[in-house]
Antibody, heavy 123, light 107 residues
Framework: EVQLVQSGAEVKKPGESLKISCKGSGYSFSTYWIGWVRQMPGKGLEWMGIIYPGDSDTRYSPSFQGQVTISADKSISTAYLQWSSLKASDTALYYC????????????????WGQGTLVTVSS | SYELTQPPSVSVSPGQTARIACSGDALPKQYAYWYQQKPGQAPVVVIYKDSERPSGIPERFSGSSSGTIVTLTVSGVQAEDEAEYYCQSADSSGTWVFGGGTKLTVL
């Protein structure tokens, strides 16, 4: 059974750094792209980017390029999303999700999702 | 930046057919996907590659495509189908994008 288990909720202050995680199991982690999706309170889904754990090839949404870093450690089947300096506007629920089908330049989709990690940034 | 446009809300009575449209200039060249999200839950894909239905998704969910518009159809709507629905695709450079979401209300 494919499972994505995300790290727990975080409460941080503006300016602090943060790294949240997503551990995959039940499939070959290295051979599937995995991505991150933001959902701000009461709002819709926003695609942040995806990474191929096998070689760390990463694609970012222009909206998030330079704002976050997506990484993965295939040895422990874990993907990460990190911020170097959080802002209040980063307050949101962040989902990791496995990519079900993708080729460069095309639309892929997310077939399995984690439970979400709530990040709250407040002074 | 590229946008996918959905109506904010659609309302139908139980047993009726709900249709949710999603428009985008790149849709003739990129597949579309549909997700269902219920309150407090992660999204679930209900349609992939315009019209394919994943295993475990009821047959009442179907998808279609015509030019710059893709449509999610829910036939014989049930109370449990009340949820937010998002279309998702990519622009011409391959950057993925979600539509703004449509709240399906079962009256």
């Amino acid at each position: 059974e494919v499972q994505l288990v995300q790290s727990g909720a975080e409460v941080k202050k503006p300016g602090e750094s943060l790294k949240i995680s997503c551990k995959g199991s039940g499939y070959s982690f290295s051979t599937y792209w995995i991505g991150w999706v933001r959902q701000m309170p009461g709002k819709g889904l926003e695609w942040m980017g995806i990474i191929y754990p096998g070689d760390s090839d990463t694609r970012y949404s222009p909206s998030f390029q330079g704002q976050v870093t997506i990484s993965a450690d295939k040895s422990i089947s874990t993907a990460y999303l990190q911020w170097s300096s959080l802002k209040a506007s980063d307050t949101a629920l962040y989902y990791c999700a496995r990519v079900g089908g993708y080729s460069h330049g095309s639309a892929g989709y997310f077939d399995y999702w984690g439970q979400g990690t709530l990040v709250t940034v407040s002074s | 930046s590229y946008e996918l446009t959905q109506p904010p809300s659609v309302s139908v009575s139980p047993g009726q057919t709900a249709r949710i449209a999603c428009s985008g200039d790149a849709l003739p060249k990129q597949y579309a996907y549909w997700y269902q999200q219920k309150p407090g839950q992660a999204p679930v894909v209900v349609i992939y590659k315009d019209s394919e239905r994943p295993s475990g998704i009821p047959e009442r969910f179907s998808g279609s495509s015509s030019g710059t518009i893709v449509t999610l159809t829910v036939s014989g709507v049930q109370a449990e189908d009340e949820a937010e629905y998002y279309c998702q695709s990519a622009d011409s450079s391959g950057t993925w994008v979600f539509g703004g979401g449509t709240k399906l209300t079962v009256l």
